[in-house]
């Protein structure tokens, strides 16, 4: 359905007066922490919920995204980003507002889920279906994501456990298992962050074809480079409000302006 205020363009998200709260059980302090045991102790007889505590963490946002559009999500840490897409891939509940998709939302790392245990090969095939690839697609795309990914260049690690893998060699698995596939809304969370800069030029050539495929494209990242390679448009999330949303240069220079970064 095309939107009537842009005509011809077809939203893939909207985003209706969000808001996002999370429920805290306890006042501080770990499990077995002293301070936790006391706040325990105080918290009897007085009810459970007054240990309760809640953390607003979006407040009212709004947008619309359509197909063919890369997003970029910037922001201080705590700003809300993280927060926002789990919402989108219908992972949080929303306190107040709506989420409206059209199509499938794939979080990395979520959709292409990881078993430390499996071999990385095994996990190619797990992580495929879990996107609803078939397993002929699977096997027609198998050698791509191994070479996409590069974990093979010092070895033969596709054949061994996930558990011997780095943290950015699991990060780079799960971006070439995510990116074998085309998705109506693709969300990635700092998965550019990992790997050297072959495997980051790599990822935003693969981004921009996302794109070309009638996609939507969201990523969080805290490189203002990745996001100016990357989109064409950004939002600018700080304590869970949305300051800013526009073309990606006009809102990292007011973000850098502000901000030092």
């Known amino acids: 359905m095309a939107d009537d205020k842009n005509p011809g363009r077809v939203p893939t998200v909207i985003a209706d007066d969000v808001h996002i709260v999370y429920r805290v059980n306890g006042a501080g302090g770990g499990k077995g922490s002293a301070t936790a045991a006391l706040s325990r102790i105080l918290r009897r007889g007085k009810g459970e919920s007054r240990g309760v505590r809640k953390v607003h963490a979006v407040r009212g946002v709004s947008f619309t995204a359509y197909r063919g559009e890369a997003i970029g999500l910037i922001g201080t840490n705590g700003s809300g980003k993280s927060t926002l897409l789990r919402a989108i891939a219908g992972l949080l509940p929303t306190e107040h507002g709506k989420v409206y998709t059209d199509g499938q939302p794939s979080l990395l790392g979520v959709n292409a889920a990881l078993m430390s245990d499996l071999t990385g090969e095994r996990n190619v095939v797990l992580g495929g279906l879990a996107m609803g690839m078939s397993r002929e697609e699977i096997h027609e795309r198998y050698q791509g994501i191994v070479d996409f990914s590069g974990i093979n260049e010092k070895g033969d690690f596709i054949t061994l456990p996930m558990r011997t893998y780095s943290s950015g060699m699991a990060a780079r698995l799960r971006f070439s298992i995510a990116a074998a596939k085309n998705h109506d ?6 998965a550019l ?6 495997f980051q030029i790599r990822s935003e050539k693969r981004i ?3 794109r070309k495929e009638a996609g939507t494209v969201f990523l969080v990242s805290h490189s203002n480079k990745s996001i100016r390679d990357t989109c064409d448009r950004v939002l600018w999330l700080e304590k869970g409000e949305l300051l800013m949303d526009g073309p990606t240069d006009e809102v990292l220079k007011a973000y850098e ?4 970064k």
Not at 185 to 190: K, N, Y
Not at 193 to 198: H, Y
Not at 257 to 260: A, F, I, L, V, Y
């Open 185 to 190: 809304v693709l969300m990635i969370d700092e």
């Open 208 to 210: 921009r074809e996302l």
């Open 257 to 260: 302006r502000e901000t030092g």
């Open 193 to 198: 962050a990992t790997g050297d800069r072959k």
